[in-house]
């Protein structure tokens, strides 16, 4: 079955930086687009980055563009986001998705910047 399994989340002060991992299996990874998803407390889950299976096309929320960065690793099955420059607003859990017929989601793993 389709598993996602989110890591790297934390505390970490305006300014610094985390890396985020996806580790997926149950599916043909390499041949996946995987995306990266937030939600913030009370508000909507939304788009933060995406990434096609090959890893040649990336795409982000402009909210983060300069900042984050996604990226892959197809041998080792994983996903990537790499977050830079952390404001307050990026507080939030984090989900890894891939859609495989249907949409599979991660448990998520929560980023909590403050000073």
């Known amino acids: 079955q389709v598993q996602l399994a989110e890591s790297g989340g934390g505390l970490v002060q305006p300014g610094g930086s985390l890396r985020l991992s996806c580790a997926a299996s149950?599916?043909?990874?390499?041949?996946?687009?995987m995306s990266w998803y937030r939600q913030a407390p009370g508000k909507e889950r939304e788009l933060v980055a995406g990434i096609s299976s090959t890893g040649g096309i990336t795409t982000y929320a402009d909210s983060v563009k300069g900042r984050f960065t996604i990226s892959r690793d197809n041998a080792k099955n994983t996903a990537y986001l790499q977050m830079n420059s952390l404001k307050p607003d990026d507080t939030a859990v984090y989900y890894c998705?891939?859609?495989?017929?249907?949409?599979?989601w991660g448990q998520g793993t929560q980023v909590t910047v403050s000073s």
């Open positions: 998705k891939v859609n495989n017929r249907r949409d599979y």
């Open positions: 149950g599916f043909t990874f390499s041949s996946a687009a």
